[in-house]
């Protein structure tokens, strides 16, 4: 994600079985509806203003996994966040709504979603890596990110090795780069399947320690009922960043309209505003 560091990895074909399987919920609008298995998977795909070819009229589908919050969550009945704002303003430019898919990430980071027609693009959190890159096609980036590490108060570690010499439990987000990252400098985290799961991991005390986004830890900690129990210990500058993905040999136009919106809103002010909107801080200034 930023889900995290070097590789949320799964085989594309693999994934693609998976996506079929899965039920796909699509919010839009502040309304839930089914998203149809078949929908742009064959046939012709409708072409929206400037001849961009879209898995439904009159739509942007996105697909994501919720919750990753302030990427990406339900706020009431309605999906709302930074990659969707950030998503928004190409819907817009299209003349077309942005419709949201919640699926698992690593359907999501395998390109199979996208290469099965069940989204015309993938926001949610996502490092671009060369392993991704392989299936998915990437923007320009659009988020600088980095991970952080979340702890019990009074833990008294600051590194990962301070984790490993203690012999204490790490969790991690399963399919994310986070996980990857921590692996490779030698630890064996317990996997969670998403974001919430685990922090409720932390908190229960199955682990000790979590790494994740440091935008998603600096979001848990606003809440007085985890900053009063819990802290960052430290942040990772893993050198992440995330952008918005496309099927493999995207759409042209669609990828460049998509780079040119996230260009326009870093010049004319645009993304200063949504990122202090739901980070509380210009950007630089996370961290």
């Known amino acids: ?28 609008g ?9 929908n742009g998977a064959s046939g012709s795909a409708p072409a929206a203003a400037g001849g961009v070819k879209l898995v439904k009229p009159g739509k942007l ?30 819907a817009k430019k299209l003349g077309l709504t942005q419709e949201i898919v919640d699926i698992d990430f690593a359907v999501i980071k395998s390109g199979a979603a996208m290469a099965a027609g069940k989204c015309d693009v993938a926001a949610a959190g996502m490092t671009i890596t060369e392993e991704r890159k392989a299936n998915i096609d990437f923007s320009e980036p659009y988020f600088d990110a980095t991970q952080a590490l979340l702890a019990k108060k009074g833990l008294g570690v600051k590194t990962l090795e301070e984790i490993k010499a203690k012999n204490l439990r790490l969790g991690a987000q399963a399919s994310t780069t986070g996980l990857d990252y921590v692996k490779k400098q030698g630890l064996d985290p317990k996997e969670f399947a998403d974001s919430p799961k685990e922090l409720l991991g932390l908190q229960s005390g199955q682990v000790d320690v979590i790494v ?31 952008g918005i993905g496309l099927k493999k040999g995207a759409d042209p136009v669609l990828l460049k309209t998509i780079n040119e919106t996230i260009a326009q809103a870093k010049s004319d002010g645009t993304y200063d505003e949504i990122f202090v909107k739901w980070f509380g801080k210009k950007p630089g200034e996370l961290g």
């Open 30 to 38: 502040g309304e839930s509806t089914t998203a149809s298995p078949g």
């Open 61 to 90: 589908t996105t697909c994501t996994n919720l919750p990753y919050e302030p990427f990406q969550f339900k706020q009431g009945d309605k999906v709302v966040g930074f990659d969707v704002d950030i998503v928004d303003l190409a």
């Open 1 to 28: 994600m930023g889900l995290s560091f070097v590789s949320r990895r799964a085989l594309a074909v693999g994934a693609m079985v998976v996506a079929g399987a899965l039920g796909l919920s699509a919010c839009g």
């Open 212 to 242: 994740q986004d440091l935008p998603v830890v600096l979001t848990w900690l606003k809440k007085p009922e985890i900053a009063d129990k819990f802290e960052l210990v430290a942040s990772l500058d893993t050198g992440e960043q995330y």
